[in-house]
């Protein structure tokens, strides 16, 4: 444990966590083979029979451990959430909040807190993949000196449902329907759609989900949220009430629909694999921390509940502070241990932070430490490596499933006087935790406040708050889901229910499946908010990835000189040939490719360069691989660029006109087309720019 000799705790530093990790890392290289029990295996290709042909034997003790255990590695996948990976990081502190909490974390600007972060999908099983249209938890583990503190959000600052008690439905109606387990990883289909008219409060949230948001390009390019409105406590006692936002260094950016179903079939893994490699090559991901903070008078303020989860409090009404930052640099060592086996749960908090009666996190607080039980086998989930805290554990809970602390002496209950009352509690002046004080009158009833009946409101106004470009994605999300429901009238009931949103929205997508809006019943946004439009995003090329197309004869300097400018911004480039066999460069030199077009493919790219070199293009002309690659990267949206004869192969994939030149009007936005008269660092730079863009949304595909 992270204490000093009086049993006193002490700030944690950023490795606190990895120290005592150490103590349970096992490395095998060049160790003999064993057995559980430690006795050394002489032999481990055959098992022990009668003879070279004849029965096994049950005496073979080495074969019953090495298959009993083999019989049992699996364990119960989450319900929600299955799908996730992590990795290790820090927090450090940019200001004190100590004018609002009393957390240590949260106070002290010379600590680096150690965390475990786990990204992840929602709907899924953990085979599935990770581009699907779905909500990503982003659960953060702070390993603080006072004790273990869990923020468990998603990159979404809303939920499905306003009551926790509707949360069996909503994953029940959302999950693969019971007859045929279809669809995985999908709210493409009728249950879920049925869930969606049945429960209006659901509007704001369908929106969310149709958007863009719904399909990251990264999880080191989504935000995430707390979700839930939280106290702040400080020192005083006095509360302030509080939400939590994660903003990504690198911005907000997302694939488009065609694009993510072919990530999912070309590499599955893909935001697993991005994290992984971008961790290992020390583009270490960087999330600030923001709070939105209210003074307790003025909880009833505005014309929405704040303790209503299926609503957000717009950024231009309470501005998000930035106070932190999370930096992530540290993959895992074992995926099972680690990102497996962490637990997660609301209710881990620390002296500064309470909760508040949002009835959704109410339930969340039930809910999260149950299914720990069984994922993690009983009661002794936090003695888990992964999930032991750093700060000293004194207690009186005892024995349990797999229980790993040895606690010498015979007292386990409180009070007592044969340990003197040891453990004894903390007065909160000391750091022990006291909750809120709060009054609270009333009847017993199962009903909701009034004040979170307004269920269109602020989908209305993430709605308007969209550009063009977005609200174009989220009418061709609903199209293809409810072109994927088999029922004609629950299509019609959501286009009836989505009229109240927004008039235009409902017409275009009656329009695309067969639908009629209904006029006249479309809510008035309350707000406006640019923040919730992604376009209004950072934009960086740093981390950015790029497919250099080349064929025999290329021309070497343009392609080195271009490399070398991408490197300078922290742009990788993967060349691309038709074969991993070497190409011979136009000045005679050999490069060996890292993709073909057979591994490869544009939408695991942010954008394609097309080498010149006139052999070299009429090579890749006479592939229609690299034409595809080129149209598809075109139809993305993505950057493209290309230099002299490589614009006959932007040509072929009709991504611009037949003959055009560089500079010319006629060159849809995106497109670049180097002719090597311009100046080279200017042409660089311009294409770093354009790769910075993400995607180029006035391009007319």
């Known amino acids: 444990m992270h204490e000093k000799k009086d049993g006193a705790s002490r700030p944690a530093d950023e490795n606190a966590k990895q120290r005592q990790l150490d103590h349970y890392r096992v490395h095998d290289e060049g160790q003999p083979l064993t057995t559980n029990q430690g006795l050394k295996v002489e032999d481990d290709e055959h098992s022990l029979k009668i003879g070279p042909r004849g029965p096994t034997i049950m005496e073979d003790f080495h074969f019953r451990e090495k298959m009993t255990h083999f019989d049992h590695e699996r364990i119960p996948e989450r319900v929600v959430h299955a799908r996730g990976f992590g990795a290790h990081g820090f927090f450090e502190l940019y200001e004190s909040l100590a004018e609002f ?348 406040s009034d004040s979170f009946e307004d269920h269109y409101s602020q989908a209305a106004m993430f709605w308007h708050s969209m550009s063009p470009p977005e609200q174009k994605l989220i009418v061709d999300a609903f199209r293809f889901e409810l072109g994927k429901v088999m029922s004609k009238e629950l299509r019609q009931r959501v286009v009836d229910m989505f009229s109240h949103v927004a008039e235009d929205l409902a017409e275009r997508i009656a329009a695309g499946i067969g639908a009629t809006a209904t006029k006249g019943v479309a809510v008035q946004p309350r707000h406006v908010s640019p923040a919730l439009s992604m376009l209004n995003t950072v934009k960086t090329a740093a981390t950015r990835k790029v497919a250099v197309l080349v064929g025999t004869g290329f021309a070497a300097s343009e392609v080195n000189g271009l490399i070398q400018a991408l490197g300078g911004a922290q742009v990788t480039a993967d060349i691309v040939s038709a074969t991993l066999a070497p190409v011979q460069a136009d000045d005679g030199t050999m490069t060996e490719p890292q993709q073909s077009l057979l591994t490869a493919s544009s939408v695991l790219y942010d954008a394609v360069y097309v080498a010149g070199g006139r052999a070299g293009v009429q090579e890749l002309l006479a592939e229609a691989a690299a034409v595809d690659f080129v149209r598809e990267a075109y139809l993305h949206y993505k950057t493209i660029i290309a230099a002299g004869e490589g614009a006959e192969l932007l040509a072929a994939a009709k991504a611009i006109p037949a003959g055009a030149t560089a500079g010319s009007a006629e060159l849809p936005p995106g497109v670049l087309l180097q002719d090597g008269a311009e100046n080279a660092d200017a042409f660089h730079n311009s294409v770093i720019d354009a790769i910075a863009q993400h995607r180029h949304w006035n391009r007319d595909v």
Do not use: C
């Open 101 to 448: 909490t009393k957390a240590k974390f949260l106070t002290d600007t010379s600590a680096r807190t150690p965390v475990f972060v786990r990204f992840s999908t929602v709907a899924g099983s953990r085979g599935s993949a990770d581009t699907v249209r779905d909500v990503r938890g982003f659960a953060v583990k702070f390993y603080t000196e006072e004790g273990n503190y869990d923020l468990v959000g998603n990159n979404m600052p809303v939920f499905f449902i306003q009551d926790a008690v509707k949360f069996p439905d909503f994953v029940h109606a959302l999950k693969p329907e019971p007859p045929n387990e279809i669809p995985q990883a999908s709210s493409a289909h009728d249950t879920f759609w049925d869930f969606v008219v049945s429960n209006t409060e659901i509007a704001h949230m369908i929106m969310w989900v149709m958007s863009a948001r719904a399909l990251p390009r990264s999880f080191r390019m989504m935000e995430g949220f707390g979700v839930h409105t939280f106290r702040f406590i400080n020192e005083d006692g006095k509360g302030h009430f509080v939400k939590f936002h994660w903003k990504p260094k690198l911005g907000v950016h997302s694939f488009v629909w065609d694009e993510t179903q072919k990530v999912a079939g070309k590499d599955p893994d893909f935001n697993r694999r991005d994290l992984w490699n971008a961790i290992e090559q020390g583009n270490y991901p960087e999330y600030e921390l923001g709070v939105q903070i209210l003074k307790e008078e003025d909880e009833f303020s505005f014309d929405f509940d704040i303790l209503d989860s299926t609503k957000l409090w717009p950024e231009e009404l309470v501005p998000v502070r930035i106070v932190g930052k999370l930096t992530l640099n540290r993959n895992t060592d074992n995926f099972f241990a680690e990102t497996e086996q962490v637990a997660f749960h609301v209710g881990h908090i620390v002296p500064g932070i309470d909760f508040t009666n949002d009835p959704l996190l109410q339930g969340r607080l039930f809910s999260y430490a149950d299914t720990q039980l069984l994922r993690l086998g009983g009661p002794n989930f936090a003695e888990i490596p992964i999930n032991r805290p750093i700060a000293p554990v004194h207690n009186n809970q005892r024995d349990g499933m797999h229980r790993m602390t040895i606690n010498p002496g015979q007292t386990s209950y409180h009070r007592n006087s044969l340990a003197g009352g040891s453990p004894q509690p903390v007065p909160s002046n000391e750091g022990g935790y006291r909750h809120h004080e709060e009054k609270v009158d009333g009847r017993k009833i199962k009903a909701r």
